[in-house]
Antibody
Framework: QLQLQESGPRLVKPSETLSLTCIVS??????????WGWIRQPPGKGLEWIGS???????YYKPSLRSRVTISVDTSKNQFSLKLTSVAAADTGIYYC??????????????WGQGALVTVSS | DIVMTQSPDSLAVSLGERATINCKSS????????????LTWYQQKPGQPPKLLIS???SRESGVPDRFSGSGSGTAFTLTINNLQAEDVAVYYC?????????FGGGTKVEI
């Protein structure tokens, strides 16, 4: 059974870098046909796609976040990561990692992690 | 960006009754070459991640009760919950995957 688990600091200071890792178990991140994405949700608000990556490192980002976002993959550890630079209070929220099936990042998210609440505050 | 607009923002439905949630896209998300609508529905219960309910606008995921159904095409879509149960209390989101960036509707909260 596929499981995704977000890990990383839950408190980040303004202007610093948010770093999260999604540990995948129950399936290989290198399996063809999957993309792996990050989605965030400000407290009490809706969902926002951040970006996606596949096992060979093809990445796609939301244009408005592209200048601050890096998503990477480590197939040896079966995990992928998110870095968001120059964070501000508006970046506070729950960060989810999730899987996309179908061989493209233009797809839905069929399995989700439980989410990590990251607060940006000094 | 394709803007996804859901309505209403919230609705209260009696147990056993029907809930109807609307989702409109700012442009057509029907891919004419395969006749598929690139529209997905999720359910999010408090404190939980979203759960995939329906893909391709009307295809229910395995294990999703058949009281959930999706319909619509082009720019207008509907999620219908028949015979509402207490466990259906949640926020429901639509998402388009027609093009980048992937975008979600603002959510509809369903209460009893």
């Amino acid at each position: 059974q596929l499981q995704l688990q977000e890990s990383g600091p839950r408190l980040v200071k303004p202007s610093e870098t948010l770093s999260l890792t999604c540990i995948v178990s129950g399936d290989s991140i290198s399996s063809n046909g999957y993309y792996w994405g990050w989605i965030r949700q400000p407290p009490g608000k809706g969902l926002e796609w951040i970006g996606s990556i596949n096992y060979i490192g093809h990445t796609y980002y939301k244009p408005s976040l592209r200048s601050r976002v890096t998503i990477s993959v480590d197939t040896s550890k079966n995990q992928f990561s998110l870095k968001l630079t120059s964070v501000a209070a508006a970046d506070t929220g729950i960060y989810y990692c999730a899987r996309q099936n179908g061989g493209t990042y233009l797809r839905w998210f069929d399995s989700w992690g439980q989410g990590a609440l990251v607060t940006v505050s000094s | 960006d394709i803007v996804m607009t859901q309505s209403p923002d919230s609705l209260a439905v009696s147990l056993g009754e029907r809930a109807t949630i609307n989702c409109k896209s700012s442009q057509s998300i029907l891919y004419t070459s395969n006749s598929k609508n690139y529209l997905t529905w999720y359910q999010q219960k408090p404190g939980q991640p979203p759960k995939l309910l329906i893909s391709w606008a009307s295809s229910r995921e395995s294990g999703v009760p058949d009281r959930f159904s999706g319909s619509g095409s082009g720019t207008a879509f509907t999620l219908t919950i028949n015979n509402l149960q207490a466990e259906d209390v949640a926020v429901y989101y639509c998402q388009q995957h027609y093009n980048s960036p992937l975008t979600f509707g603002g959510g509809t909260k369903v209460e009893i």
